[in-house]
């Protein structure tokens, strides 16, 4: 059985974006996109929602071939479209990249993909991660952290409909004020 990880850069008050889809608070250091680069290499399948595809898609595509690129970015754009994708979204038709597009159920897709063998899954989207979450699909969170407040926007966590126990596995803080706290659901 996979494993389903959700974890995206949030801000202190709790948002993936501000208002507006601003995301220009979150701007990681070489190192935390290194920590970034190294967990997208050990994932095995990435889950988007549309949102979020649309952002990465419009990007890494291409990310490599910017004249400012760190390496880091090199092998995250290369890494990127090698990685097997699945995008969840009733309003795109078709996505490149080596990616495929659900337009059905997504927790009864997510479900299916647990069954399988193979490396973790990371499911990005808040909308789509709230799904998983409320089905109960998300083994892990990995929350990172960053020092500002924006006071509305995109939430990193959804309602649900009852509690869940987690464990503190790690924490460990980057450059800039940036923390990252990972937890395990308890099952």
Known sequence: MRKLVY????TLDGYVAAPGDD??????????????LDEELATGLLLYGRKL???MSSHWPTGDQQPD???AQVEFA???????KVVFSSQIERADWNTRVVTGDAVAEITRLKA?????????????????????LVDEYTIVTHPVLVGAGTPFFTALDSWVD?????TRT?????VLTRYETRR
């Open 7 to 10: 974890g995206m850069n949030l």
């Open 23 to 36: 995301i220009g608070w979150g701007v990681p250091s070489d190192e935390l996109f290194q920590w970034w």
């Open 53 to 55: 595809w649309e952002a």
């Open 69 to 71: 690129a760190s390496p």
């Open 78 to 84: 290369r890494n990127w479209r090698d990685t097997p």
């Open 116 to 136: 399988e063998d193979g490396g973790p899954m990371r499911v990005g989207g808040a909308m789509l991660a709230g799904a998983a979450m409320r089905a109960g």
């Open 166 to 170: 987690l464990n503190l596995v790690e």
């Open 174 to 178: 980057f450059p800039g004020g940036v």
